[in-house]
């Protein structure tokens, strides 16, 4: 009975306490990162008599989710007079491709100027009430991402207009150790592949800045604004900030580590899970067969990865309404999946087993994404996974020495 009694009053100590720790939470832990823009506000100096353009999306949040915008604009000692906003929009409200026009922005009476559609440099009428161009956009790591080519048209613009021009570092959501896939040819150079650099880069934002400024001639007047706290093998989740979707089809972390693969499949016939709640993560077609499909794709023993049988109907985009069949990947170890060999291996493998049916698309799509003609061509011609990954990873070690002369952290 005693023991019973001393067991009850343990279980009341116990209660209480949960009970305390909810009626008292601690606080929030704070992130271990700190992005360009909280950085930027300690060294306001840099902005002291200068008319700032900000170059920004929904992304240019400081830990707290307060808008970039709105902390350079509700600042006395800072002169916010422009913005400017690449694919997709300021605000994060246009689809993939779909034309941005220039407007006013309805919260801060400031201009926006869009950087996608027709004009994708800035403009010297565009430029005429600016002394220096800030840019805040987080970038997802791959190189057929837009952004990091509207940062860099931006800097020759800045270059042939005199304007200093500042990058406000974030975070690479997939690390900033992996390097992976096919280095860019430059006949294949294109706004989702300005430069010869891999598909999947391992750098920021600002390392690459630094690069394109000095390895393709820019020759801005460039300040990079480091993080604090960022090391190289922090996933996204590993950085404590919040993720801002950086695009309407990019709607988390996870999303971004697929990404450089999956989103090879635009080029073809395969639907990449546009108008699902897993764009990237979910891929089929109504031609397939889902089972068959995720059974293949498991055989190959791909590292780091495992594919589960699905079907979906997209609400737009391709194979919009219709059924499809497929399969959705699960990650299961970041630090090893290739997500560039996993993307090719799929194409090819979903070529092999329903070549009536499959297709890439005639828009040349297909090669603008992967940065060549070589990777369509060996999946065409019955080559092995291996001998496409052979024959990239060569081209890796070359762009290896160059990359490591940019990195800040």
Not at 125 to 137: A, G, P, R, V, Y
Request: a neutral charge; one cysteine or more; glycine letters at 8%.
């Amino acid at each position: 009975m005693r023991q019973n009694a001393l067991w009850l009053l343990a279980g009341m100590v116990v209660l209480g306490t949960l009970t305390a720790a909810a009626a008292h939470p601690g606080k929030e832990k704070k992130p271990k990162v700190s992005p360009g823009i909280e950085m930027l506000m300690h060294k306001k100096s840099l902005l002291k008599g200068k008319k700032v353009g900000l170059i920004t999306n929904p992304t240019g949040v400081n830990s707290d989710l307060t808008s970039s915008i709105d902390l350079l604009y509700q600042d006395p000692n800072i002169e916010l007079t422009a913005l400017f906003g690449p694919e997709h929009g300021v605000r994060g409200d246009a689809q993939a491709g779909d034309e941005v026009e220039s407007y006013i922005d309805e919260k801060t009476g400031l201009p926006v100027y869009s950087l996608y559609g027709k004009t994708k440099k800035p403009t010297p009428e565009m430029l005429k009430n600016i002394d220096l161009l800030l840019f805040d956009i987080q970038d997802v790591g791959t190189r057929f991402y837009t952004y990091i080519y509207t940062m860099a048209y931006a800097m020759e613009a800045a270059k042939e207009h005199d304007i200093p021009f500042i990058v406000l570092d974030r975070p690479n959501p997939q690390s900033g150790t992996k390097v992976e896939g096919p280095v860019l040819d430059p006949d294949y150079s294109s706004f989702v592949g300005r430069y010869p650099i891999p598909l999947v880069h391992g750098m920021t934002a600002g390392e690459l800045a630094k690069l394109f400024n000095q390895e393709f001639d820019i020759g801005a007047d460039l300040t990079v604004i480091k993080m604090k706290g960022w090391k190289r093998q922090m996933f996204f989740e590993d950085t404590g900030l919040p993720f801002v979707l950086p695009s309407p089809n990019m709607p988390t972390a996870d999303t971004s580590i697929v990404y450089p693969g999956t989103g090879l499949i635009e080029g073809t016939n395969i639907s990449e899970g546009r108008g699902t709640t897993k764009p990237f993560e979910l891929i089929g077609a109504p031609y397939m067969k889902s089972t068959e499909l995720a059974e293949k794709l498991n055989n190959l023993k791909l590292l780091g990865v495992q594919f589960r049988a699905a079907s979906f109907t997209p609400t737009f985009s391709k194979h919009q309404n219709k059924l499809c069949h497929g399969v959705e990947l699960y990650v299961k170890n970041r630090s090893t999946f290739q997500s560039v060999k996993t993307g090719i291996a799929m194409i090819k493998t979903i070529h092999d087993l329903y070549p009536e049916d499959f297709e890439f698309l005639s828009s040349n799509h297909f090669n603008l994404l992967t940065g060549n003609g070589w990777v369509k061509t060996m999946i065409e011609q019955g080559a092995s996974i291996d001998d496409i990954v052979e024959k990239y990873e060569a081209e890796q070690k070359r762009f290896m020495n160059i990359r490591k002369k940019y990195l800040l952290y």
